[in-house]
C-alpha cells in the first residue's frame, strides 16, 4: 500500500549514496567558489532533521485514537510559527506578528473548514496534517509577499502618500492602490503555477498520489480541488494582512506611521 | 478675529529639536510670510498645521478648536498645504487637480481650467501626464490641486521655487487676490525676501524653532533675519 518500492533500511542505503553525490556536488560548489557550501549544507541538515522529526511525530499520531485531541495545537502551532516568519518579511513594521498570525489563521482556517465541509478532506490525521501543512504553507508565503510588497511601497512612496492624505484623502483611500498591487504581485507565483500545472509542474500531493497507485484522472481532480482551495486561502490571507497592516502603517491621527 | 494659533509648539524629529516652544497667531484673510534659515523648522510647523505629523507638546487652535479634537480629514480639507516637493499623483493633471474635490464628493463643483489658469498654467495641461511635467509646471499643478479644495487656509511651502519671473507674478496676484477677495489666509514659507515683501502683510522671523521676531511688511530689516 506504500507505493514505494523498498523497505526503509534500503531506503537508508540509497540516502547514502545520494549524500555522496551531493558531497561531490557541494565540494565542486566550494572549488568553484560559488559560496553557497556552507547554507545549503546547514539548510540540508535542519531539513532533514525538521523532516524526520515531524514523521516522527506523524507516526505516533496516526497510531493515536484520540489524534484530534492535538491536533488543535498543531494548527495553532503553524498559524504561529507561519506568522513569526512571515512577519520578518515586513521591514522595519513593529510587531507585524499581530497581523500576519490572524490572517495566516483565518485563511488556512477557513480552506480546512471548506474542505472538510464539503468532504475533500476526511477527519483523519493522514488527510488533516499534509493539507493543513500546504494550506497554511502557502497562506505564509503569500502573506510575506504581500506585506513585504506593502512595506517596500510605503517606504519607497512616503511623499506620494502624505500628497494624497494631505488633500484630504483617508488612509484607506490612500493605500487602496498599494494595497492592491500587493495582493496582485503576491498571488503572481500560485497563478503562475495554476497556469502550468501537468506542463512542467506535477504538484507534490498529485505526485504522492500517482506514487501510491491512485488512478491519474482522480488524482488530478483531487489536484485541482486542493490547488483551488490552497490559492483560496492565500486570497484570503492576502486581502486581511493588506486591511490589518492600515492600523500599523498610519496613526490614529491619519498620519503615516513614524516608523517606515 | 484670529483664524489659527500656535501655542509653544515642540516637536522632535529624530534627534533635530524642530519646533522648541513655537508661537504665532494668525489673522483671517492676512497674508504672513515665514522667512529663516534652512533648518529653522519652517516645514515643520507646515506639516503639523495639517496635521501631518503631531507635536510632542503645546497645541494648534484652527477657529478656536485645537485640531488634536479634529478630524484630520476634515482639518486638512480647510487647512491645505502645498508641500515643499511637488509630488504628483499617477494620471493626467486634470486627474490631479480632481483629485481632492473628488474624495470630497465636489468633482462636479471642481472648474479644472480655472484651477489651473490661477495657478498660472494654460488649461491646455490639462490633459497631460503630471509625472512628466518640467519642476515648475510640477510646482504649479500642486497649487491648482490645492485651490481646487477652495481652503481656508493655504500653507505654502517655497511655491514658486523654481518657476518663471513671468509665472510667478501671475501665482502670487491669483493669492493676493484670493486673500483680498474671498478672505483666504496664507502663511507662505519663502526665502526670497523680495517676495516676501512683495505679498505679505506680516513676515515672521523663523530661528531655531521659534519665532524670533513679527513684523509688519513694511518694517521688515533683513539684515537681522538670517
Ligand atoms: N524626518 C526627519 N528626521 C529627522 N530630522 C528631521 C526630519 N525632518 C526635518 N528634520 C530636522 O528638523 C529641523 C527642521 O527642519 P525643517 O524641514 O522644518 O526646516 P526648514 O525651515 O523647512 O528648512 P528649509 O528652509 O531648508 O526647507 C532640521 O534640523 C532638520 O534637519
Ligand atoms: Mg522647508
Not at chain 2, 3 to 28: C, N, P, Q, V
Request: with cysteine; hydrophobic share 45%.
Amino acid at each position: 500500500m506504500t507505493g514505494i518500492p523498498y523497505t526503509w533500511e534500503e531506503g537508508l542505503v540509497i540516502m547514502g549514496i545520494m549524500m555522496v553525490m551531493l558531497v561531490i556536488a557541494i565540494g565542486l560548489s566550494v572549488w568553484k567558489k560559488i559560496g553557497i557550501a556552507r547554507e545549503y549544507t546547514y539548510a540540508m541538515i535542519r531539513g532533514g532533521l525538521q523532516l524526520f522529526a515531524a514523521a516522527t511525530l506523524l507516526y505516533f499520531l496516526f497510531e493515536f485514537e484520540y489524534w484530534y485531541y492535538p491536533i488543535w495545537l498543531l494548527l495553532i502551532a503553524m498559524a504561529l510559527m507561519g506568522g513569526y516568519t512571515s512577519a520578518r518579511r515586513a521591514g522595519k513594521m513593529p510587531k507585524a506578528y499581530r497581523i500576519t498570525t490572524p490572517s495566516i489563521l483565518v485563511g488556512g482556517t477557513v480552506v480546512l473548514i471548506v474542505l472538510r465541509v464539503s468532504g475533500a478532506m476526511p477527519f483523519k490525521p493522514q488527510f488533516v496534517i499534509p493539507l493543513a501543512g500546504m494550506v497554511f504553507g502557502n497562506a505564509m508565503t503569500i502573506c510575506s509577499l504581500a506585506l513585504n510588497r506593502l512595506t517596500r511601497e510605503f517606504e519607497t512612496n512616503k511623499p506620494t502618500l502624505e500628497t494624497m492624505l494631505s488633500l484630504g484623502a483617508t488612509p484607506k483611500e490612500a493605500m487602496e492602490e498599494y494595497g492592491r498591487m500587493s495582493i496582485k504581485a503576491a498571488l503572481i507565483p500560485n497563478i503562475d503555477s495554476l497556469k502550468t500545472l501537468g506542463i512542467i509542474f506535477i504538484p507534490g500531493s498529485m505526485a504522492g498520489l500517482l506514487i501510491a497507485g491512485t488512478n491519474p484522472i482522480l488524482a488530478a481532480e483531487y489536484q485541482i480541488i486542493v490547488y483551488l482551495m490552497v490559492i483560496g486561502g492565500g486570497i484570503i490571507t492576502s486581502i486581511m494582512v493588506i486591511a490589518l497592516s492600515r492600523r500599523l502603517l498610519f496613526t490614529k491621527a491619519q498620519q503615516i506611521a513614524e516608523w517606515v | 478675529m484670529s483664524i489659527l494659533t500656535i501655542k509653544k509648539a515642540k516637536k522632535m524629529l529624530g534627534d533635530a529639536r524642530a519646533l522648541r516652544g513655537l508661537s504665532l497667531d494668525l489673522e483671517k484673510g492676512e497674508i504672513i510670510s515665514l522667512v529663516g534659515p534652512s533648518g529653522s523648522g519652517k516645514t515643520t510647523l507646515l506639516r503639523s498645521m495639517n496635521r501631518l505629523i503631531e507635536l510632542d507638546s503645546g497645541s494648534i487652535l484652527f477657529q478656536g478648536e485645537n485640531i488634536a479634537d479634529m478630524d484630520p480629514v476634515a482639518l486638512r480639507r480647510k487647512v491645505v498645504l502645498v508641500p515643499q516637493e511637488s509630488v504628483m499623483l499617477q494620471g493626467t493633471v486634470k486627474e490631479n487637480v480632481q483629485y481632492g474635490p473628488k474624495l470630497a464628493g465636489a468633482v462636479g463643483k471642481c472648474d479644472v481650467g480655472r484651477c489651473l489658469r490661477d495657478a498660472g498654467l494654460s488649461p491646455k495641461f490639462a490633459g497631460k501626464d503630471a509625472e512628466k511635467l518640467s519642476g515648475g509646471e510640477k510646482k504649479r499643478v500642486a497649487l491648482a490641486r490645492a485651490l481646487a479644495l477652495h481652503p481656508e487656509v493655504l500653507l505654502l511651502d517655497e511655491p514658486t521655487v523654481g518657476v518663471d519671473p513671468k509665472k510667478v507674478e501671475r501665482m502670487e496676484g491669483t493669492i493676493l487676490k484670493f486673500a483680498r477677495e474671498k478672505g483666504l489666509t496664507v502663511v507662505w514659507v519663502t526665502h526670497d525676501v523680495p517676495q516676501a515683501l512683495r505679498v505679505s502683510d506680516r513676515i515672521a522671523n523663523l530661528k531655531k524653532g521659534v519665532v524670533k521676531e513679527v513684523t509688519n511688511a513694511s518694517e521688515f530689516r533683513w539684515e537681522g533675519a538670517y
